[in-house]
């Protein structure tokens, strides 16, 4: 009798439980089974025709900030990078290591693409290429395999689970933090190698790591700031040579954010009219996970853990910015270009524009990413390197020889090596008031500011004092 009560109770308990709610996904009544882009297609062929055009998925775009550009469309495919180089020669495939482990699959690891290489003029095969659940599919994962023909293409890892598939396939939202650090935060090799300020714990952080993106704080996304129109993203920083056709800026001084007057502190205001929220705000980045500072490429290493090559590269952590003034255009040295050497004997790759007499300009914060790259004897122009099969043989010298072929057309290349540098603008892992920079950490007696690099002969604070103290007599 008591089992029964019991029982009897047991199932009252039940009915007056709420039915289990499964979640539910925009997607999950337009389509039955997923078959590639051509799905997405039926319906999205507009954006996918946006997307085409997009930055993102040429890799080249208008570069109106490049004040050498000269109308030229830059970006990956054309230029020169001091990280992987080029992807051109570096697009796809599967390297592998004297174990038969592999060790890389190609720069399009990190477009939004099924491995085909983007071309200028859009085709039907063009379309299917791109990749729509890379950025709106949560949970969407893809790795290289092999065609029957021998060659290789991306595909999701559930590409033989058709149920598996679908459903992920129909968890189709906007872009969140997951999706857009799957590459930003991993590129340049490993994460948080290149940026500095893009690293994985953004996708879930405290206000004390990043003030936009945490949880606990406005939990924004990227496309928060970086919302655009048809595919056309907004936000290029300081060494990014494509700009996209979009004429809207992503700035912490909009209107729509913070404005020009941020502070209840007027001293503070005034300070914000020549120095950008960054500054004081971003005290320190790769807080997490080191960053790549230098990368020799003249110096191979073989790492026998993993049966594998690579530059010298020197990492760093909680790294203090540099500060340079910056008016919103950069030059960039470009390939066919014999290189300019800055004053201490550098090629600089990209290098902010401005100064303390441009009242465009302000003072920003950057990451400076010093690098030994190859330039061409004779022609004085940069070479990248085939970094792919480099990383298996460590045969540096077959790399660039290689690269100067596959890029100049340059048979049996002689070279020489340079020292770089790349200003990178910081912009991420944004500070709350209570961390950002205090007077003294620039003003006092060991401050962080090059005072002279930044075109005053010394302190303005200190002088300022002076002339008042001088005043006042």
Not at 14 to 25: E, G, R, S, V
Not at 173 to 187: D, N
Not at 203 to 226: E, L, R
Not at 309 to 321: A, G, L, M, N, R
Request: hydrophobic fraction near 35%.
């Amino acid at each position: 009798m008591k089992r029964f009560v019991a029982l009897a109770i047991g199932m009252v308990a039940l009915a007056a439980m709420p039915a289990f709610a499964h979640k539910t996904y925009s997607h999950q009544k337009y389509f039955q089974h997923y078959e590639g882009t051509k799905t997405c297609l039926q319906c999205h062929k507009m954006q996918a025709e946006t997307f085409f055009h997009s930055l993102h998925y040429q890799w080249e775009g208008p570069a109106p900030k490049i004040i050498n550009s000269h109308g030229m469309k830059l970006g990956k495919l054309n230029t020169i990078n001091d990280f992987c180089t080029n992807p051109k020669a570096n697009w796809i495939g599967l390297v592998r290591n004297s174990r038969g482990e592999v060790l890389s699959k190609g720069c399009s690891q990190c477009h939004a693409g099924f491995g085909k290489m983007p071309s200028e003029t859009m085709t039907k095969g063009q379309l299917e290429n791109i990749d729509c659940l890379i950025c709106h599919a949560s949970g969407y994962r893809r790795d290289l395999y092999k065609n029957p023909d021998g060659s290789v293409a991306w595909k999701p890892i559930l590409w033989k689970n058709q149920v598996g598939l679908d459903s992920v396939a129909k968890r189709i939202s906007l872009p969140k933090r997951t999706m857009c650090l799957r590459c930003h935060a991993g590129s340049g090799g490993g994460p948080n190698f290149k940026r500095g300020d893009l690293e994985y714990t953004l996708t879930d952080c405290d206000s004390n790591f990043d003030v936009h993106m945490a949880k606990n704080g406005n939990d924004m996304q990227c496309i928060d700031c970086h919302a655009g129109k048809n595919h056309d993203i907004p936000g290029s920083g300081t060494d990014i040579a494509g700009d996209g056709e979009s004429t809207a800026t992503v700035a912490c001084n909009n209107e729509d954010c913070h404005g020009n007057a941020p502070h209840e502190a007027e001293i503070l205001n005034i300070h914000a009219k020549r120095v950008y929220c960054t500054v004081c705000h971003i005290p320190d980045f790769a807080k997490h996970d080191a960053t790549d500072m230098d990368r020799d490429w003249s110096k191979p290493v073989y790492h026998a853990k993993q049966d594998k090559y690579s530059p010298t590269i020197k990492f760093e952590k909680d790294v203090k910015p540099v500060y340079a003034w910056y008016n919103g255009t950069t030059w960039e040295q470009l390939p066919k270009t014999p290189v300019k050497f800055l004053p201490d004997g550098s090629v600089g790759l990209m290098v902010p524009q401005g100064s303390r007499k441009d009242p465009k300009s302000k003072i920003y914060a950057f990451k400076l990413h010093r690098a030994t790259l190859p330039v061409l004897k004779g022609k004085n122009w940069l070479i990248p390197i085939v970094v792919e099969k480099f990383f298996a043989d460590g045969n540096i010298n077959k790399a660039v020889v290689n690269a100067a072929k596959d890029f100049y057309g340059i048979d049996n290349a002689k070279y020489k090596w340079v020292r770089t540098e790349r200003w990178m603008g910081v912009f991420h892992e944004v500070q709350p008031a209570k961390n950002a920079l205090k007077c003294l950490d620039c003003h006092g007696p060991n401050g962080r500011m090059n005072w002279k690099a930044l075109g005053y002969d010394g302190d303005p604070m200190l002088a300022m004092v002076h002339k008042s103290l001088k005043a006042s007599h």
